[in-house]
């Protein structure tokens, strides 16, 4: 058996996660004597609250006996510690077997659900017998001699690095001479880890018992001008470069901690088949438990405990005084909820196969290492599932690590290394120039982070027992995740007042692209396109994690294109903000690829709002679905990138960088204006003019620089919703214009009852121009807005017509909305009567000219 820690009763299969012989070398039983005490030890590592239960099962699965204390009401022994990793039983008088199992089974208390305990078990092949003393067997060479004697059989071991009454125990070393004289034997673990002693290297060694010779000799060199950088979190970063003349990875990665620190690789898009490996263990993952905990139960937070493991035995069998094996697993997942991300009932095996890995520490290839003042240890690992990562060679694989070195200092651990970029084998992911799946972990001490309470609560162990460079369970703060391409960041490109960045790129082919230009007006106008149809979106943190980030989010939805301003305050899906300081300029979807435009002020009045000013790390995450009618979405389907340096905003330094949107420039009197957008040098965007008249009707004006679809909006609180309409356009020299109404956002249905009368229209030299009229009030209160009053205008443009059955197509760009409500009052413009509507067509009078210039209002479009 092999013996990872985090086998459950969820992903795997009763009734020991691991089928026998799986490391297909033959099964290995321990002989045990009838009747007799057998000291059974474990490692854990995570105290989950709950109990354990050892248990002597047939070797097909049937509960035979039950070697811990139970009763009907609670079958779990020692549920008040949690930290006992040892247990003295006595095999039943009499009872024999030929092949048997002992298992050990924990309880996860704080994990457990009404529909049943969540629970890690661990198993041991044994054969039960009246056997001689000399019978028994021995590992790692050990012997026994003929004239033992029973009650207190002891193999011999052959050197001083094994222990144990059956020699299962082993060290890396004793002595200084047993690390080839090239590092310090140094005590790390307690609690029956092993090995309890292992070697740390001086500077030019490294590996196994440090026979190795290493080039690299110093730890942080003086220049890194050459390397890549990326901030992990407030405690951990790493410098990074390719050296192509000899195909290897180059990593420092300094950490402020004093115990292990870990980092690991994946490629995106890895399908969950990749854990059918090794393949003697795939049998035993399952689509469902034996005591299943419900789909939405809450799942465990670290690692359990492992198998036991006799040392040296070709497959894993407990042992009387066993080691469990191994420990804690950098969970990996920077942005979980209170549930850790893939770790909900479905299975990680069967049927979802052919899905993508759930979990960060899914088929991850690793490198984890510690360090000792100047000296310092560090393999090659691998992660298969939530369980300890373990050395390659575990799995029959190599250490691919060509050069290291490391050092502990002033609190921070400091790693240096090399890897080939090839990989070797199933243990390893070859390294391109593409974006990994990248997450670190370090180990934690007291006060130790438990997203949940967990069996340490209220121990007397409760401050000793993560001690330093023990691989256990990281906790909840010590890790993350990231998006990385260790070819380097040279894709992200800063100027004063603009820059540019591209994340998933293979090569030189990139899938998403951010660019930003500032403005000498306050704003930032952004382009952030992705090839996906989901929503994307544009993160603005000052420590680059997702809570306190202020975010945009947009998508292109089947009406319009949508932004949204949010702001993120735990890791749960931000809600819009109460108030949207983000403006969307244009949205496209086309050939797959999402694109959205869209500026915000460097500096708002919304607390939700993180200044522009200063520097800050973007962020650029990928949806998730979206739902237009509420602007509802859910989480982002892969780990969002960021940036490996912060952006850096002055507007001071803007001062010749003008906006290209212009300004808006209205005039305004009770019985005339004009309201022109986007202005730059007299030429707006679109025009809008209008003028009331003494018959109750106001005539309309609407121009703009398109052939398609034009607009007018009517709306007494600038929203789209509960807004009039009037929409028309020119068709082969054909006027064409409709009355709607806009119920929501969507495109509005032509009103049953028109209520516009069209004078006019032309389109020349690409300016479409309307002439038209409505009266002020209407009979059809259901679906016209009364002109009289204040009310807020709108101007649009498509977007694509029909002439047949008088659709059309989204806006491409956000309407203009007016800045102030534009006021209309009938009663003052008795004077005024309306003029003649012949060819010449011309509804504006020289003296509503003349009075509109009375009130000139000149405001920011912004």
Excluded at 44 to 52: D, Q, S, T
Excluded at 106 to 119: C, D, L
Excluded at 573 to 598: M, R
Excluded at 737 to 750: E, S, T
């Amino acid at each position: 058996m092999y013996d990872f820690d985090f086998l459950d009763n969820v992903r795997t299969r009763s009734p020991c996660g691991m089928p026998e012989n799986a490391t297909g070398t033959g099964i290995f039983k321990t002989k045990l004597i009838t009747g007799s005490k057998i000291s059974i030890t474990w490692h854990m590592a995570f105290p989950h609250g709950g109990g354990f239960r050892i248990q002597i099962l047939h070797g097909n699965g049937t509960i035979l006996h039950e070697l811990t204390p139970t009763n009907n009401t609670n079958p779990w022994y020692s549920i008040s510690n949690s930290t006992i990793q040892s247990y003295l039983a006595t095999l039943p008088s009499g009872f024999t077997c030929d092949h048997c199992i002992i298992r050990l089974t924990r309880n996860a208390k704080e994990w457990s659900t009404p529909s049943g305990p969540y629970i890690f078990w661990s198993c041991a092949d044994v054969e039960v017998n009246n056997f001689q003393c000399n019978q028994l067997n021995c590992y790692h060479g050990g012997s026994i001699a003929s004239n033992c004697n029973s009650a207190s059989a002891v193999c011999s071991c052959p050197n001083n690095q094994f222990s144990g009454d059956r020699c299962q125990y082993m060290n890396e070393c004793e002595t200084y001479a047993d690390c080839n004289n090239n590092g310090l034997c140094v005590t790390i673990n307690q609690d029956y880890y092993y090995p309890l002693k292992q070697c740390f290297c001086s500077a030019g060694f490294y590996g196994y018992k440090c026979s190795k010779t290493s080039n690299l000799t110093v730890v942080m060199p003086n220049d890194v001008s050459s390397y890549s950088y990326t901030k992990l979190d407030n405690s951990s970063e790493i410098w990074y470069k390719i050296l192509s003349a000899t195909n290897e990875v180059e990593v420092i990665h300094k950490t402020l901690s004093t115990s292990w620190v870990g980092l690991g690789w994946r490629p995106q898009g890895l399908k969950a088949s990749c854990q059918f490996f090794p393949p003697g263990a795939a049998p035993c993952l399952i689509s469902g438990p034996e005591s299943a905990v419900g789909e939405g139960g809450n799942q465990p937070e670290g690692n359990s405990e492992s198998t036991s493991k006799p040392e040296g035995g070709a497959e894993s069998t407990a042992q009387p005084e066993g080691n469990a094996g191994s420990t804690a697993q950098p969970e990996g997942n920077a942005e979980s909820t209170a549930k850790p991300e893939g770790e909900g009932g479905s299975s990680e095996s069967g049927g979802a196969a052919g899905n993508l890995v759930t979990h960060a520490m899914d088929c991850t290839d690793m490198v984890i290492g510690s360090a000792r003042g100047n000296m310092f240890r560090l393999f090659d690992y691998y992660s298969r599932d939530r369980s300890t990562p373990r050395m390659d060679s575990y799995f029959g694989g190599e250490d691919s690590i060509t050069a290291a070195v490391g050092s502990e200092s002033n609190g921070y651990t400091t790693l240096r290394w090399r890897k080939q970029l090839t990989a070797e084998g199933t243990t390893d992911h070859t390294i391109q120039d593409e974006v990994l799946d990248v997450i670190y972990a370090y180990g934690q001490k007291y006060p130790y982070s438990h997203q949940f309470p967990s069996g340490l609560h209220n121990s007397h162990r409760l401050t000793n027992y993560y001690n330093d460079d023990e691989l256990k369970y990281h906790g909840y703060q010590n890790r993350g995740r990231k998006s990385l391409n260790f070819f380097g960041d040279s894709k992200l490109v800063t100027n004063t007042c603009s820059g540019s960045w591209k994340t998933g790129c293979t090569g030189n082919s990139c899938s998403n692209n951010l660019q930003w230009n500032i403005y000498n007006d306050g704003t930032v106008h952004f382009t952030m396109s992705a090839v996906t149809d989901k929503w994307i979106g544009l993160g603005i943190s000052n420590d680059h994690k997702m809570a306190k980030t202020d975010a945009i989010v947009g998508w292109v939805g089947k009406v319009a294109p949508v932004i949204t301003d949010r702001y993120i305050s735990s890791y749960a899906p931000p809600p819009v903000d109460a108030v949207s300081n983000v403006n969307l300029l244009e949205g496209s979807k086309l050939n797959g690829t999402t694109t959205l435009k869209f500026y915000r002020p460097i500096n708002t009045s919304d607390s939700q709002d993180i200044s522009l000013h200063g520097c800050h790390y973007f962020i650029f995450a990928i949806g998730g679905q979206y739902t237009d009618s509420n602007f509802a979405i859910s989480k982002h389907a892969s780990t969002p990138f960021i940036t490996s340096r912060k952006i850096c905003i002055d507007v001071n330094q803007c001062s010749k960088s003008y906006s290209p949107l212009g300004i808006d420039i209205m005039t305004s009197t009770p019985c005339s204006g004009s309201w022109g957008t986007r202005c730059l040098n007299g030429q707006c965007a679109s025009n809008l003019r209008w003028n009331v008249y003494n018959d109750g009707t106001v005539h309309f004006q609407m121009s703009a620089d398109t052939d398609k679809w034009l607009a007018m909006g009517i709306s007494v609180d600038k929203k789209m919703p509960s807004s009039d309409a009037i929409v028309g356009w020119i068709s082969q020299g054909t006027a064409k214009l409709r009355d709607r109404f806009l119920k929501g956002y969507f495109i509005p249905a032509v009103d049953a009852i028109t209520n516009v009368d069209l004078i006019n229209g032309s389109l020349i030299n690409g300016i479409t121009t309307l002439n038209f009229k409505r009266a002020m009030n209407t009979s059809d209160s259901q679906n016209d807005v009364s002109l009289h009053g204040c009310h807020y205008f709108f101007l649009g443009t498509g977007g694509s017509y029909d002439d047949n059955n008088l659709d059309i197509g989204v806006h491409p760009q956000t309407p203009a909305v007016a800045k102030i409500p534009m006021c209309l009052y009938a009663s003052r413009c008795t004077q005024f009567s309306p003029p003649g509507t012949g060819a010449a067509g011309t509804i504006f009078t020289l003296i509503h000219l003349v009075i509109a210039v009375l009130s000139v209002l000149i405001s920011s479009i912004f």
